[in-house]
């Protein structure tokens, strides 16, 4: 398979670097389809006659696979480059769904768990973080630019997974005109046979576009001299298994993972959250199921759009401060959600618009925040290894919301109030956050790769 | 060593294409939440 390996997938010159996004965004854009989920869950439950809970842990276990494959496989990545990277995540990929639908087909929940949840979650894992080394080295000039762009994608594949799979589960099920229909367990197998086609070509195409810069590229015109004016930027390298020992790296860790627990809290509740926020006292609600949905919708286009805008803007405000806005301003405006979102829908939504963007922008912008600290040595695998908090978050983002709003009330009788002690719980999550991320200072050189000629007469030891 | 070199391309079929397979999914997948969304303002 030398086919695979990075040596031959030097770029050759006059390659067009604008091609390096769309590879990256075929691989985004599939493993994306891990947010699209909820439309076959109710499905799976009638199929399995198992509780939504139950069907739920196919979704964690795939998510908690992400942050582990990241962080254990990014040296692999780094070493053999994107290609094989991209070929293996899609191998996983396609084969967590061919896995998954053989489970469907011969009613075994637990074949499911391993196809989608641990097979399918590893090539999540190995996907994400394929393509974003590649991109910085490309895009030494813009970094936040060209890692939004990708993981962007990863916003956006929902997107395109959840109308898609619908008018397949339509198609492949006859009774699907039926009043009150749900998808029959056969026509989700069916999906999940297309779907492990459909991503395989699309990541292959990704895996056979992308390229490597050849050793000392840059871009015409691009002065590195610039870039390290600023003084969090490093010209320097730190391997993944120093930075882990450095401050820097658990500080943005933290901040990552306030970020991120604060806007799971309103994307896991958004759709009941919007309904119970404008709760009559009669029990009724102003927003209607359909409102509802819309809602989920605009937040879903504003984490997209915010890991693109958010984390391009980084490049001329610098990683720091693009933190701070996220976690202070996010902050801020969590407390005007909590205390005064109930009087308007337009505030409430809007609101909600700019935290989610902002969760987004916190996904995107994290790559060239390592690049700008740790340079671009092991990059991939430093931000395989930060991805643990989003693993992290996404078991603590949930607890959080769903533990104050059980000692609330139940399900149906909530309203504004009940939201307030989770939400500003949220709040002090972000300080705690934006606190960390104001204590980065650039990473001290004894961390430092040694250039040539220049010899490190021990390891480092941990930072204290 | 260290070359700066043109990014201009010797295909711009290639890259048209390469980004409509990525870019007409995505504007697909927006616009069909989009008319969910337009339920929020109806």
């Not at chain 1, 958010?310 to 202070?328: E, F, N, P, Q």
């Not at chain 1, 149906?412 to 972000?430: C, D, H, I, K, R």
């Not at chain 2, 294409?17 to 008319?35: F, N, Q, R, S």
Request: glycine share 12%.
């Amino acid at each position: 398979m030398g086919w695979l390996d990075r040596e031959r997938t030097i770029a050759p010159p006059g390659f067009n670097r604008w091609l390096v996004p769309p590879a990256a965004l075929a691989v985004h854009l599939c493993i994306g389809q891990a947010y699209a989920t909820s439309v076959y869950k109710t499905a799976l439950v009638k199929h399995f006659g198992a509780s939504l809970t139950e069907i739920g842990v196919i979704f964690s276990v795939a998510i908690v696979m992400l942050g582990l494959s990241a962080a254990i496989m990014g040296t692999w990545v780094d070493r053999n480059g994107p290609r094989k990277a991209m070929f293996t995540s899609a191998a996983f990929w396609a084969s967590g769904f061919l896995i998954g639908s053989l489970g469907i087909f011969s009613h075994q929940l637990w074949l499911v768990y391993l196809g989608y949840g641990v097979v399918g979650g590893i090539g999540l894992g190995i996907g994400y973080i394929s393509p974003v080394s590649t991109l910085i080295k490309w895009f030494p000039d813009r970094p936040g630019l060209a890692t939004g762009m990708a993981i962007m994608g990863f916003g956006g594949g929902a997107l395109i997974a959840s109308p898609v799979s619908t008018a397949l589960l339509k198609m492949y099920d006859p009774n699907s005109g039926a009043k009150g229909w749900v998808a029959s367990g056969e026509s989700v197998g069916k999906l999940f046979l297309t779907l492990a086609v459909v991503y395989l070509a699309y990541m292959m195409f990704g895996a056979f576009t992308i390229k490597v810069p050849s050793e000392g590229w840059k871009p015409a015109g691009f002065d590195p001299a610039k870039v390290k004016a600023a003084s969090l930027v490093t010209t320097d390298n730190v391997s993944a298994r120093n930075a882990v020992k450095t401050r820097q790296f658990w500080l943005v860790w933290i901040a990552l993972f306030c970020n991120v627990t604060a806007g799971i809290g309103i994307l896991e509740q958004a759709a009941p959250m919007i309904q119970d926020f404008f709760r009559q006292p009669d029990g009724t609600s102003l927003a209607s199921a359909a409102v509802a949905a819309g809602f989920v919708g605009l937040l879903s286009i504003g984490n997209m759009s915010g890991r693109f805008a958010w984390s391009a803007t980084s490049d001329v405000t610098g990683r720091k401060r693009i933190y701070m806005v996220y976690l202070g301003v996010g902050a801020v405006l969590y407390t005007v959600l909590a205390l005064a979102g109930s009087t308007s829908t337009v505030l409430y939504v809007a609101l909600a618009f700019v935290i989610i963007s902002f969760y987004g922008g916190g996904f995107a912008t994290a790559p060239a925040y390592l690049r700008d600290l740790f340079g671009t040595f092991q990059v991939g695998a430093i931000h395989g290894r930060l991805l643990t908090a989003w693993s992290a978050a996404g078991i603590a983002g949930p607890l959080i919301v769903n533990a104050f709003l059980d000692a609330q009330g139940k399900p149906g009788a909530l309203n504004a109030a009940s939201y307030q002690p989770a939400l500003l719980t949220m709040v002090g999550l972000l300080v705690i956050g934006f606190v960390a991320n104001l204590l980065v200072t650039p990473v001290d050189a004894r961390f430092h790769e040694p250039r040539p000629g220049r010899v490190r007469s021990e390891e480092p030891a941990l930072e204290g | 060593m260290s070359s700066a070199q043109s990014s201009v391309t010797p295909s711009t079929g290639r890259l048209v294409i390469a980004w409509a397979l990525v870019g007409v999914p995505l504007a697909y997948g927006v616009y069909e939440t989009l008319t969910r969304v337009a339920a929020l303002f109806g």
